[in-house]
């Protein structure tokens, strides 16, 4: 990855905004950022919560991620974490080993281009969702076997 980014010189809003990142425990929706700045010297519209979440992800301090929901998680690019994400419930578990560490990137490949971060996602079916599609599949094959003919 490219050198790490800098908050020399961040607005006091932007500040605020990855400040409020850093403490949280988990990545937050925007909805919920917003929220936990209300009421502060920080608080923002929640347009202006977006904006600066941009401007902040362009700036390769802030990275987001997208639940099967469409709902957008963010949190400091500083928080190396990635995922494994059920699309039937929509559960994630943080993957506690990334394959990506260390990988070297030929300089003839980027083509001028300067990672700042990565993120790394798997979808699939949780154990939970998945003993459940099988349990309604073994149902409906029984249903099917044991129907009284017509």
Do not use: I, W
């Not at 961040?10 to 949280?24: D, I, K, T, V």
Request: with cysteine.
């Amino acid at each position: 990855m490219g050198p790490p980014p800098t908050t020399d010189r961040l607005p006091p809003r932007q500040q605020g905004l990855l400040e409020e990142l850093g403490r949280a425990d988990a990545e937050l929706s925007g909805q919920e950022l917003h929220a936990r700045l209300r009421g502060s010297p920080q608080a923002m519209g929640l347009a202006t919560v977006y904006r600066h979440l941009r401007q902040l992800q362009q700036r390769g301090l802030v990275r987001c991620r997208h639940l099967p929901t469409g709902e957008a998680l963010f949190a400091p690019t500083e928080r190396d974490e990635h995922h494994l994400t059920c699309v039937d419930c929509g559960t994630s578990l943080v993957l506690h080993h990334c394959p990506v560490h260390g990988l070297a990137l030929p300089d003839g490949d980027l083509a001028g281009f300067q990672p700042l971060f990565h993120t790394l996602e798997f979808f699939g079916l949780c154990r939970d969702c998945r003993q459940r599609q099988e349990t309604e599949a073994d149902q409906k094959l029984k249903e099917v076997f044991t129907r009284p003919p017509n």
